[in-house]
């Protein structure tokens, strides 16, 4: 039930795909859901080169209000790939499917597993709140998460150089 800009939850249904679908969501650049197919778009089959779009236009809302959690970028789980946390370097799974991959790694049903000590561009994470306000955590743009990511690196290879 869309309710202004953002979707109410339906937690007795179960989607194939975060967009609140069981048909694959369209491939698109960048989006916020209010294209030709509404709330079911992802950013994914892109080339790889593009890079992922801005978390404000990363596709349609899920049924939890959430935009980009099919498509974009994969995201680290933060149990292990078995379902536990007893070990912080336990094998993570990821989710979600990226800007450049088919539609297959879009179903919520598909995991991967990687090594947490694994680094790679097209895995992230969300913060994520229980506040029920939309302005409670607001997620960085592009531009402030690559200007971090960069400082970061600079400073481990300047380290690592020693």
């Known amino acids: ?17 975060a967009t609140g679908s069981n048909t694959v969501p369209a491939a698109v650049a960048s989006g916020d859901g209010t294209g ?17 779009a801005n978390i404000t236009s990363a ?15 994969r995201e680290w789980e933060e149990t292990s790939y ?16 990226n800007w450049s991959v088919s539609s297959l790694s879009l179903s919520s049903s598909t995991r991967n597993d990687f090594n947490p000590a694994f680094e790679d561009l097209s895995i992230g994470f969300r913060v994520a709140s229980l506040s029920s306000s ?3 955590v607001r997620e960085p743009g592009s531009f402030a998460v690559l200007t971090l990511l960069g400082i970061t690196g600079a400073a ?6 020693k």
Not at 1 to 12: A, C, E
Not at 36 to 52: I, K, T
């Open 156 to 161: 481990y290879r300047k380290r690592k150089r």
């Open 36 to 52: 030709s197919n509404g709330n079911n778009e992802a950013v994914y089959g892109q080339d790889f080169a593009r890079g992922p």
């Open 59 to 73: 596709g349609g809302l899920s049924p939890y209000g959430i935009m980009g959690l099919g498509g974009n970028v």
């Open 1 to 17: 039930m869309v309710q202004g800009s953002v979707l109410q939850s339906d937690t007795s249904t179960y989607f194939d795909y």
């Open 82 to 97: 078995i379902q536990n946390n007893s070990s912080g370097s336990s094998v993570r799974g990821i989710r979600g499917g």
């Open 134 to 136: 939309a302005a409670a």
